[in-house]
């Protein structure tokens, strides 16, 4: 398990060390002054260029570039911003938390509401509940996810009135950041109107976090109700049943545990497009998160935040999914079995 | 009276035949193939059929409701967006370049990656794991970072939408071909053909090949739908097609302005988009339970 667990590790640094080389490379590819793709400095003084130079070893070879490219972004240097004058690191330090909270709850709600689901969707005998339960999930699953983000918002914000359909929470609320986690903070904060600044930020995330659970919700019935089909002729299942054991006892104790592994292995493989459709959900919502962030950056060609954004948020879908599979293998016993797999 | 079979042979269907038979059992799945074919004729004869031009601005008849609407007009049987240009005529000229595009960016990338993925899958050891392994880390980058990081370095525009989509979507047929022909390597069958002496050109071809089209297959039709996803996504970012295109996505992000008054300009172009993905959807979960040699 070491051994593996060290092969991951590996796997994780040299896929990084990837990103970061096609990052440099693009860098030296954008249509700018390269100092001011790599600073963000739009007009440096003299002072600024030798420095810039002497920081990224400008006048040397590709090579030893790109280890001052990769040792100034690994410190977190990661330039400022061409159109606020902030360092990028300490607004990606703002942004992220916020998207977050948006992809924890979408993931929360569409786990939640999935699995019953799925599980529903492979006991059921009855045809018209199988058939409605596959309709609906093929349409999630082909649904594009902008245009099911403005019609919500249409329907629910504007024609019936109910749901707040932009931005984190009201902006007369001022709560102090302390974890970033705007759910959390609201309920930590001492002001008096502590709850009803609760109440709005739930109201606020509502609409977003559905519009990005429709995805994941629609994979995740999918996956658990193919993995509970094949589980459900297992011999295990049939002798448990044989032993007198209730319908939904087998199911939750010795069905569903197998079948959430796929789930998780689909999970995995699924972040990718997660976070393509949560970039796209922010900019509809006007969520303050690093995807949105990102967006306005490219909008202004401000190519720091640009580098950034790409790099943070790919770095992190790299690390979770690493993290997917490693937990996929330590819980589950046959994929520590493929012995070509971890050798 | 019972049914003699007079005949000595039973015809005994190929396996191409009862894949057919299996998929046009499932009428959603036989509905879906009805619907991408008839896309993909649109999607070339769209703009000979379609009554106005992409461009084509009516000042007479500006944000014009669809003609179910009382106020609207058979002239105009979809309605017009804000500066008069009829949205049936629209979507027709968009299917070749949302539809089309997806199409032809799907088997460019099918094409590399098939390459890519049966080569790593046939070789074994570090470099084997080496390329599955970085592939798998590359496919965990999502899409839209891959586009933008692209649109960063050559400027937004249809063109660019092509290298985007397709870097984006090539590690998934590599990684998919790669675990087909990977597992198939270690079945008992292959190891008797290389004891008959075959090379690794005819293990490949005539021995995993015939088991490995069906995964071919189905992550084709996966990649199309996200493809159409993809192109459209980017088109409603502003980050692909640009204004006056009638690409889908684009036609929604240009109805976005009109929003409140005009909801159809932006409803129409979001249910083509959904039809034509869910009738790829539906093609490809027939074909998944066609082929799946397990039947439920």
């Known amino acids: 398990m070491t051994r593996y667990l060290l092969r991951r590790l590996n796997l994780f640094l040299a896929t990084s060390l990837v990103l970061i080389l096609v990052l440099f490379v693009a860098t030296s590819r954008f249509p700018v002054e390269h100092k001011f793709a790599l600073t963000g400095i739009h007009s440096p003084t003299p002072e600024q260029v030798a420095q810039i130079t002497a920081d990224y070893r400008l006048d040397e070879g590709n090579l030893s570039q790109f280890t001052a490219y990769l040792q100034q972004r690994l410190s977190g240097n990661l330039g400022v911003s061409a159109t606020s004058n902030q360092p990028v690191f300490d607004e990606l330090v703002q942004v992220l938390p916020a998207s977050f909270e948006l992809a924890g709850v979408a993931a929360i709600l569409a786990l939640l509401c999935g699995i019953p689901l799925g599980v529903l969707a492979s006991l059921s005998k009855n045809k018209i509940t199988q058939h409605s339960i596959m309709a609906i999930t093929l349409t999630g699953y082909s649904i594009p996810v902008f245009w099911l983000g403005l019609t919500l918002s249409l329907w629910f914000g504007v024609e ?95 069905a569903l545990p197998n079948a959430l592994i796929p789930v998780l292995k689909n999970m995995g493989l699924m972040l990718g ?15 303050p998160g690093v995807g949105a962030w990102l967006v306005s950056g490219i909008y202004q060609r401000d190519y720091t935040v640009i580098q950034g954004g790409i790099l943070s948020v790919a770095l992190i879908i790299i690390f979770l999914s690493i993290l997917i599979e490693v937990m996929h293998t330590a819980i589950n016993p046959i994929s520590r079995k493929e012995m070509y797999a971890t050798s | ?64 409701p669809p003609s179910w609407d009382p106020a609207g007009t058979v002239d105009h049987f979809l309605g017009t967006d804000d500066l008069g240009r009829d949205i049936f005529s629209r979507l027709l000229h968009g299917a070749h370049l949302t539809f089309g595009m997806a199409l032809g960016i799907v088997f460019a990338s099918l094409i590399v990656g098939f390459v890519i993925g049966a080569i790593s899958g046939m070789m074994k050891g570090l470099k084997s794991s080496i390329l599955s392994h970085l592939l798998d880390a590359l496919l965990s980058i ?70 490995v089209w069906d995964i071919v297959i189905i992550q084709t039709t996966l990649g199309i739908s996200a493809a159409i996803l993809d192109i459209a996504a980017l088109g409603f970012l502003n980050l692909g097609a640009q204004a006056p295109s009638p690409e889908w996505g684009a036609m929604v992000s240009q ?42």
């Open chain 1, 160 to 254: 019936l009135g109910w749901l707040p359909i932009s931005g984190q929470i009201n902006l007369l609320y001022e709560i102090e950041p302390v974890t970033g986690f705007l759910l959390i903070d609201t309920l930590l904060s001492d002001s008096q109107y502590r709850m009803s600044a609760f109440t709005d930020a739930v109201l606020h995330i509502i609409l977003p976090a559905i519009t990005l659970a429709v995805l994941p919700f629609t994979v995740v019935v999918r996956i658990t109700r193919t993995a509970m089909l094949s589980i459900m002729e297992e011999t295990y299942i049939k002798a448990a049943a044989a032993r007198g054991l209730q319908t939904s006892k087998i199911v939750i104790r010795h």
């Open chain 2, 1 to 64: 009276m019972p049914q003699v079979n007079i005949y000595q042979e039973d015809d005994i269907p190929s396996p191409m035949r009862r894949i057919w038979h299996a998929f046009a059992d499932n009428p959603f799945a036989f509905a879906g193939l009805w619907v991408v074919c008839a896309f993909i004729l649109l999607a070339v004869f769209g703009p000979f059929i379609a009554p106005y031009s992409a461009e084509a601005q009516d000042p007479n008849a500006l944000l014009l």
């Open chain 2, 255 to 296: 109805g976005m302005d009109n929003l409140l008054t005009a909801p159809w300009t932006v409803t129409i172009p979001g249910v083509a988009i959904l039809c034509s993905v869910l009738a790829i959807n539906l093609v490809g979960d027939g074909l998944r339970s066609a082929l799946s040699p397990i039947k439920h």
């Open chain 1, 273 to 287: 497009a997660f976070s393509s459709y949560a970039m796209v959900v922010e900019v509809i919502f006007a969520w």
């Open chain 2, 142 to 211: 999502p899409s839209l970072l891959m586009a933008i990081l692209v649109v960063a370095v050559m400027g937004p525009g249809l063109s660019n939408v092509f290298w985007a989509v397709g870097i984006a979507l090539t590690p998934q047929f590599i990684r998919a071909i790669h675990q087909a022909v990977h597992e198939e390597l270690q079945k008992e069958y292959v190891t008797a053909a290389r004891l008959d002496g075959a090379n690794p050109l005819q293990v490949f071809w005539y021995v995993i090949m015939p088991n």
